[in-house]
């Protein structure tokens, strides 16, 4: 028995671990300090009250042979794949047969490797979500990234390269921008003259404010014949615990596609849980769709704060409008990891460091607005303190 | 952008679609008839109470900041790890660093491969649960059959050859036999000689009556060092809606095996949902215990009562004492769709052709003790009036 020798590839896992260590330490050993994190990437919104009474329901459901749920479809129930047709792509007349309910975008965004070639070339961007590279690592995949530049503003160029495969995350995490209509179109115009397929990482998009970003890629023309969105409820329902994503394979990219891709799903997937598929049907009722653009407005009032504040100190920002993340470059040239110290240490707030997304020496943090008001309120204090008395 | 030419091998996946298929086809053709299915895998007892009330208190915690359950552990909540290993794992000191909780056996079985070097030889036996090969294929993998034999009463012989891993299915799906402790023994001396991993799969655990038949492999001796154990709460607590699975991989097979998985899993997976992990949670309780306890005695008797009317009708019969599933061999040498034909068509009864199983030319069918007992003794009367007759 070997070991499958990829997985030592898998080092930045031990920077995240790393973070999680250092804060665990200062605070052992600091036990008087109250630490806040703006590296927050999991929400702090509770799940509102129809999506509860909707869970509730699906749990009595399964108290009963009359109403019980045992396997559902792999694909998903119909009555989700309805609500989510019906708000989230209203008027792109997709069918039932091209959208697949799941139990997570990190696992959706790397399983889907299945559907391609062992064999081919997938691009994506450097800094980026760390989990397409690694995932597609465990899968044994060959990845090959395009380092985006500050020069740019992070909005990565075409590539001369002819890539099989995609990787696009907007509103990216980390770097907090979207790709606007005019980028996206570039992209996919790409995909189709090189045959391409754009495996589009779309969780944020109920964060999207910008009039020239789409919601959905499918907005754009041809990208039916190209991409595949990827959303969860993760972000705007709370979701985080609940686990339930959903993701869209248009016909139009290949005869067979969701035949085939049907089939793999059989093999490898028993379907999403039942409770969250009914809670994620709650999610589009419309006083919960209400309640959920509260939720979400709020977040993007504390990155709209979060993100003047730090440019009021001097500091380069990008992101924080579609998202509620931005990168941020350190101050005094400064590499990601002292940043980091520096500001647990002698602040007390958690950020964190870019290497976490990019190559060595990263000049650059991630910031989130997922946080509570005051926590955020709290660091811009300190912040000004810290840098008015420099 | 090539699709994995390797999906094109999944063929066995239109079998049971060609069941389903038929089946609604006879149904539609004659609507005054009543069509039994004896080949339900699924579950028909509802959750039990302690469970319900368990998973209601899960989804108030998720409505208030104070309880909120965002991400959880890639691995599992510790207080899930903890019951299990209280309970299921008594005695065997496993950390809770060696237990994963995941979302489905399904994909755990199969997912487990991303461990293992992508060309490690893989051995299974025909017939075998089709999940196993077939996920297999999706992940790049090649794997080996070996026919079983109905003179060693579907009993596998210990191979010659060396492989790298080892799939067992023990309560077996198909089969319905389960492993004793001399024939497991075999296999993990096998393991240990060969420096093999032994794939477990024991979903079906609950159901194991015999004395001479671990309740796990890690009964045996060093069954640590080469077995990765798989269960899982859909078939004891009528989890197959809810989706909640573990495995047990032991810190003995190799030095670093559990911080590689880890990081591996990291990058795969975000956790299984809060409310099953509260509910698998409650299935520990010693009321839960009870109450499971009656559920798997009424789908023993079921499987008890089935075994002995088709005996006394002359079929040759395997299984149905430790699981809930039955091999049978088809009457006057007819192959598996035949058999499937005739019962659909002249008894209204439905079987899983054993074709699904195992390679072309089965002359076997699976039946399930897992439905009502009153439709389990109808289908009884059809099959005595049709073979008295006979």
Do not use: H
């Given at each position: 028995m070997k070991l499958n020798s990829r997985l030592n590839e898998l080092a930045r896992d031990d920077?995240?671990?790393?973070?999680?260590?250092?804060?665990?330490?200062?605070?052992?050993?600091?036990?008087?300090?109250?630490?806040?994190?703006?590296?927050?990437?999991?929400?702090?919104?509770?799940?509102?009250?129809?999506?509860i009474s909707a869970m509730h329901r699906a749990v009595d459901d399964l108290s009963d042979m009359k109403t019980f749920k045992g396997y559902g479809s792999y694909y998903g129930y119909d009555f989700l794949k309805d609500a989510i047709l019906k708000n989230d792509y209203k008027g792109f007349s997709?069918?039932?047969?091209?959208?697949?309910?799941?139990?997570?975008?990190?696992?959706?965004?790397?399983?889907?490797?299945?559907?391609?070639?062992?064999?081919?070339?997938?691009?994506?961007?450097?800094?980026?979500?760390?989990?397409?590279?690694?995932?597609?690592?465990?899968?044994?995949?060959?990845?090959?990234?395009?380092?985006?530049?500050?020069?740019?503003?992070?909005?990565?160029?075409?590539?001369?390269?002819?890539?099989?495969?995609?990787?696009?995350?907007?509103?990216?995490?980390?770097?907090?921008?979207?790709?606007?209509?005019?980028?996206?179109?570039?992209?996919?115009?790409?995909?189709?003259?090189?045959?391409?397929?754009?495996?589009?990482?779309?969780?944020?998009?109920?964060?999207?404010?910008?009039?020239?970003v789409p919601t959905s890629i499918y907005e754009l023309p041809n990208a039916k014949k190209v991409?595949?969105?990827?959303?969860?409820?993760?972000?705007?329902?709370?979701?985080?615990g609940v686990r339930c994503s959903y993701y869209i394979i248009p016909n139009e990219i290949s005869k067979n596609i969701n035949r085939i891709w049907k089939e793999r799903t059989i093999n490898r997937f028993n379907g999403a849980d039942y409770i969250a598929q009914r809670g994620a049907e709650a999610v589009y009722l419309p006083e919960s769709q209400k309640l959920i653009q509260t939720n979400i407005e709020d977040y993007l009032d504390n990155a709209s704060f979060l993100r003047r504040e730090l440019l009021n100190l001097g500091f380069k920002v990008w992101g924080g409008i579609d998202s509620p993340f931005m990168w941020v470059k350190t101050?005094?040239?400064?590499?990601?990891?002292?940043?980091?110290?520096?500001?647990?240490?002698?602040?007390?707030?958690?950020?964190?460091?870019?290497?976490?997304?990019?190559?060595?020496n990263s000049k650059y943090f991630r910031v989130s607005a997922l946080g509570f008001r005051k926590d955020i309120e709290e660091c811009v204090e300190r912040l000004k303190a810290y840098y008015e008395k420099k």
């Open positions: 920077i995240f671990l790393k973070v999680t260590n250092k804060v665990a330490e200062y605070k052992k050993n600091n036990p008087d300090k109250k630490v806040i994190s703006l590296g927050i990437g999991d929400v702090s919104k509770p799940i509102i009250q129809p999506v997709f069918s039932k047969d091209e959208i697949y309910i799941s139990n997570g975008t990190k696992t959706d965004t790397t399983s889907i490797l299945e559907l391609f070639d062992i064999d081919s070339k997938i691009c994506l961007t450097d800094p980026m979500y760390p989990i397409y590279k690694d995932g597609a690592t465990c899968l044994n995949r060959r990845i090959v990234e395009i380092k985006l530049k500050e020069e740019n503003d992070f909005v990565p160029e075409i590539p001369k390269e002819k890539y099989d495969i995609v990787y696009m995350c907007s509103p990216s995490n980390p770097i907090g921008i979207a790709y606007n209509r005019l980028e996206l179109q570039k992209w996919i115009d790409y995909a189709l003259a090189n045959e391409a397929i754009i495996l589009f990482d779309n969780v944020y998009s109920s964060f999207i404010q910008s009039s020239d991409a595949i969105e990827f959303r969860s409820f993760s972000k705007n329902a709370s979701f985080t101050t005094e040239n400064m590499d990601s990891w002292n940043f980091f110290n520096l500001m647990l240490n002698d602040l007390n707030i958690v950020v964190i460091p870019g290497c976490i997304f990019e190559g060595n």
